[in-house]
Nanobody, 130 residues
């Protein structure tokens, strides 16, 4: 079992930055990749980014490419999502997820698919004001 806890959300003005963290505990040895998803009110959950737990390779949704960066610290069992140039449309609850199913070669094909993740955090709210 893997427990994921997100933190770092908050209220920020458009153009500002936030860094989200996702701390993993438990059977972290079984994780091959981590993902970030978000869900805005009355919208479907959407993929944001995926990162290989082993080599740090990343893949991003077009909507955040060039603005968001994901990284990981294996020693701390933590992944991060650095969000810059935030826009009001980035407002959502952000979730991290962990997968035992795929690693770096599958980031682009399997990373965006929520069903490929085994564990999910409870989410952290990000609100961007205009």
């Amino acid at each position: 079992q893997v427990l994921l806890v997100e933190s770092g959300g908050g209220l920020v003005q458009a153009g500002g930055s936030l860094r989200l963290s996702c701390a993993a505990s438990g059977s972290t040895f079984s994780i091959y990749a981590m993902g970030w998803f978000r869900q805005a009110p009355e919208k479907e959950r959407e993929f944001v980014a995926a990162i290989s737990w082993t080599d740090g390779r990343t893949y991003y949704a077009d909507a955040v490419k060039g603005r968001f960066t994901s990284s990981r610290d294996n020693a701390k069992n933590t992944v991060y999502l650095q969000m810059n140039s935030l826009k009001p449309e980035d407002t959502a609850i952000y979730y991290c997820a962990a997968s035992r199913l795929f690693s770096a070669p599958g980031l682009a094909t399997r990373g965006p698919v929520a069903s490929n993740y085994d564990y999910w955090g409870r989410g952290t709210q990000v609100t961007v004001s205009s």
